[in-house]
């Protein structure tokens, strides 16, 4: 785990200033977090901090609840992806997504992760795209030859990496994780784990965790979110894992790391 | 079924196994109580439902009793029926297919009406909708629901038959025609249509528009190959529902489709349908035990076959087209 510190440029996304409704309740404020790119970075803090909101406003997921609106700016690559010019559907095609309860289509292994390289406009050899993410989320193996039967047939663990797979498969550039274990047993989570830590060579990779040693094993970089007194999300304190970990700066993180929170 | 709860009292905590004393007094509280008033709602329960069931078989005898008595008759044989194509009792032809010919055409039109627009109104008060507007428009779909069929009936007939000869010019459409009388019916289908549609949309888990949207899915995507595909069992069992509805319906037919039975494919024909028939022939001008009157139980029961055929194909197709999801 690296101890640099943050270089100036590159990074791979960047919230400048950012606030969130959910119509008049501001659940975060002012948040400023730089994502350094093919890294892990892990948001941890206790529930109801803004964690998920965060996460989901990486690709404007958070459109989808009508009553949601941020202010600020999401740098991607140097362009606000909450500018009116841009396309929703592009940023989640660019930024992908893996949430917390397995959620594959009831459809086929196969067609799970077909169907979002074709509604992306994929034109290679559908076959390869399809065994090439099974591979990167090591479950081509058990699932070699069963790819016509349902999703649904598979583990929660297996499922999830499947549903990692077929994010895989849009060629993202960035893939969110929201609690992607929480539904998991101890060895599959152990798995996701292995699995993120092989993809951070290709992608950046921002997980939302609820577990500390998760955050703390498999993570590069690890922010800290607490609920401020008037019930928004701030962050508190963030840098690279090991210094969060074992010399946390702000009293606060100590408390919540060391399991002292309320 | 006796579902006896054990209600942990104070004593359980409190004694231990070899209080030989307390134990008794545990045991004694773990003896059957009898819950009169339990066993008399259960039963009350099981009567109501036993009412429909029982209903229905009285139906089923009543009918076919009197068809029996139809089929006795000299004039009339079994194959003949079912394959003839006159139906004029007055000189003993009895072929039911005029009949069932009218009852497809009005149905078919009615679900060419009812299907699509039904099916594309779920989608959008599901996936596209803002709160507001289906808050406003769902109760206009359920007023639509609530119009009577006979009001139905008259607005094919004085309204939409009017219509359809401006458009299509009067000799080409004849006042009573199966067209107009279809196209009606599926106006008055569309609102249950669309809200069973809607309701097996809305049911499919958010999770599963979240991976859609999450992956670069457009709405549409989204909607017509993750939602539709995944609420596909409830949307057929709309669909079915529908058509026997359709295939039932009685007053709107009556009123505008004909009252005469025609072996005819031209929709702008009158043409009289099974239900059309029955209201017709029990409304009073035939003599009571005559192969004529006797005819409509035959009707009946055949009308009944094929709605429950419907039935059954609805539940298979279900179970066929189930995309499972947790």
Not at chain 2, 185 to 206: F, H, K, Q, T, Y
Not at chain 2, 296 to 309: D, K, V
Request: proline content about 5%; some cysteine.
């Amino acid at each position: 785990m690296t101890e640099t510190p943050f270089p100036n440029n590159a990074y791979a996304i960047e919230l400048r200033n950012v606030d969130i409704f959910y119509g008049n309740f501001r659940a975060v404020k002012d948040i400023n977090l730089q994502i350094e790119p093919r890294k892990i970075t892990a948001i941890i803090g206790p529930s109801g901090c803004g964690k998920s909101t965060v996460i989901r406003c990486f690709n404007r997921m958070n459109d989808l609840v009508p009553s949601a609106h941020l202010n600020g700016e999401i740098l991607f690559h140097g362009k606000n992806i909450y500018d009116p010019d841009v396309d929703p559907v592009q940023v989640r095609r660019l930024i992908g997504m893996v949430f917390q309860k397995p959620n594959p289509f009831p459809k086929s292994i196969y067609e799970n992760i077909a169907w979002g390289a074709r509604v992306n406009g994929y034109r290679g050899n559908m076959d390869d795209l399809v065994e090439q993410s099974l591979r990167q989320a090591a479950l081509w193996d058990e699932v070699k030859d069963t790819l016509k039967k349902s999703a649904l047939a598979l583990s929660g663990g297996q499922q999830q990496r499947l549903c990692i797979a077929r994010t895989l498969a849009v060629r993202p550039e960035i893939i969110l994780m929201d609690e992607p274990c929480s539904a998991l047993d101890p060895i599959a989570t152990l798995k996701i784990e292995d699995l993120m830590r092989e993809l951070s060579t290709q992608y950046t990779i921002i997980i939302v965790t609820h577990n500390m040693q998760q955050a703390a094993r498999a993570s590069d970089f690890t922010a800290f979110f607490t609920m401020d007194t008037d019930r928004a999300g701030i962050m508190v304190e963030y840098g690279p894992t090991s210094q969060i970990f074992t010399r946390p700066k702000d009293k606060r993180t100590e408390d919540y790391i060391t399991g002292r929170f309320g | 079924m006796e579902q006896e709860m054990f209600r942990p009292t104070q004593q359980t905590q409190a004694i231990s196994p070899f209080d030989v004393h307390a134990s008794s007094a545990l045991i004694a509280n773990l003896r059957k109580r009898p819950r009169w008033g339990e066993r008399f709602i259960q039963g009350f329960l099981f009567f109501c439902g036993a009412v429909s069931i029982l209903t229905t078989l009285g139906i089923v005898f009543e009918l076919g009793k009197e068809s029996l008595l139809f089929f006795q008759t000299p004039e009339v044989n079994l194959i003949e029926f079912l394959t003839g194509t006159k139906w004029q009792p007055t000189i003993g032809e009895f072929g039911v297919l005029p009949l069932v010919n009218a009852t497809l055409m009005t149905t078919l039109v009615a679900m060419l009406v009812a299907l699509p627009l039904g099916l594309a109104a779920a989608i959008y008060l599901s996936e596209y909708a803002s709160p507001k507007a289906r808050g406003f428009l769902k109760p206009i779909l359920e007023i639509l629901a609530g119009i009577p069929t006979v009001v139905y009936g008259y607005f094919a007939l004085t309204f939409m038959t009017p219509l359809l000869r401006t458009i299509l010019g009067s000799e080409t459409v004849q006042i009573y025609n199966t067209f107009s009388a279809g196209l009606v019916m599926g106006i008055m289908i569309l609102p249950l249509v669309c809200s069973m549609s809607e309701d097996a949309l809305n049911a499919v888990p958010r999770a599963l528009r979240e991976a859609a949207y999450g992956m670069g899915a457009t709405k549409l995507e989204t909607a017509l190959q993750v939602v539709v595909p995944a609420a596909l069992s409830g949307i057929i069992a709309a669909f079915i529902l529908a058509i026997s509805r359709a295939v039932g319906e009685t007053m709107i037919v009556a009123l505008a489709a004909g009252s005469g039975p025609n072996f005819t494919f031209n929709p702008f024909k009158a043409a009289e349908t099974m239900t059309g028939y029955i209201a017709r022939i029990s409304g009073g001008d035939v003599g009571y035990d005559t192969p004529d009157y006797n005819s409509i139980f035959a009707i009946g029961l055949l009308l009944f076959t094929i709605t429950l055929a419907l039935n059954i194909l609805s539940r298979k197709l279900s179970a066929r087209f189930r995309e499972v999801y947790e």
